[in-house]
T-cell receptor, first 113, second 113 residues
Framework: NAGVTQTPKFRILKIGQSMTLQCTQD?????MYWYRQDPGMGLKLIYY???????DKGEVPNGYNVSRSTTEDFPLRLELAAPSQTSVYFC????????????FGPGTRLLVL | DQQVKQNSPSLSVQEGRISILNCDYT??????FLWYKKYPAEGPTFLIS?????DKNEDGRFTVFLNKSAKHLSLHIVPSQPGDSAVYFC????????????FGEGTQLTVNP
């Protein structure tokens, strides 16, 4: 049982490049989330999904896209990387029920130069 | 609009003493609160939670107190250990939040041997 896995661990992008951050969970959780964490800041929600085929915007969705074709996978796409997207990105998942805990992946550190 | 605030970016305590981390919220609809702990280069991990129907929840060395009238919660760690050194995030949700959590900025706790 690996929990929530994220790839890559670290990536450097040039301005304007695109990439996909991968997130997979093996706990059969319906809910999945993408957050970004900037230095000295809390976690800001980018996008979330309540089940396969259903996604919705969080607080800071601009510049990102997501898809949820399976229960297990929730990739985050950056189409035109900008320096403002330099951050650490965390994926999380949880089961149904409002008081269920979110389980986080180890994070992807992204540097846009 | 920062709905969950942790006003102390850092806290330093001696091993064996009590650590008290504080969190304030503004949204009166929040009714479920969590604390997460984060080590460097790792994702946040769930520590303890409390529902608004309670004013205290205890789990071993960790106790969370909720003061609804003051919209304030605190995490007490007794006794503090060097392994507790980490960033602590408080988070909140409410019936109108759906499946989303709102996080504070985090407090870096350092426990000195």
């Amino acid at each position: 049982n690996a929990g929530v896995t994220q790839t890559p661990k670290f990536r450097i992008l040039k301005i304007g490049q695109s990439m996909t951050l991968q997130c997979t969970q093996d706990m059969n959780h319906n809910y999945m989330y993408w957050y970004r964490q900037d230095p000295g800041m809390g976690l800001k929600l980018i996008y979330y999904s309540v089940g396969a085929g259903i996604t919705d915007k969080g607080e800071v969705p601009n510049g990102y896209n997501v898809s949820r074709s399976t229960t297990e996978d929730f990739p985050l796409r950056l189409e035109l990387a900008a320096p403002s997207q330099t951050s650490v990105y965390f994926c999380a998942s949880r089961s149904s029920g409002r008081e269920e805990t979110q389980y986080f992946g180890p994070g992807t550190r992204l540097l846009v130069l | 609009d920062q709905q969950v605030k942790q006003n102390s970016p850092s806290l330093s305590v001696q091993e064996g003493r009590i650590s008290i981390l504080n969190c304030d919220y503004t949204n009166s609809m929040f009714d479920y609160f969590l604390w997460y702990k984060k080590y460097p280069a790792e994702g946040p991990t769930f520590l303890i939670s409390i529902s608004s129907i309670k004013d205290k929840n205890e789990d071993g060395r960790f106790t969370v107190f909720l003061n609804k009238s003051a919209k304030h919660l605190s995490l007490h760690i007794v006794p503090s250990q060097p392994g507790d050194s980490a960033v602590y995030f408080c988070a909140a949700s409410g019936p109108t939040s759906g499946s989303r959590l709102t996080f504070g900025e985090g407090t870096q706790l350092t426990v000195n041997p």
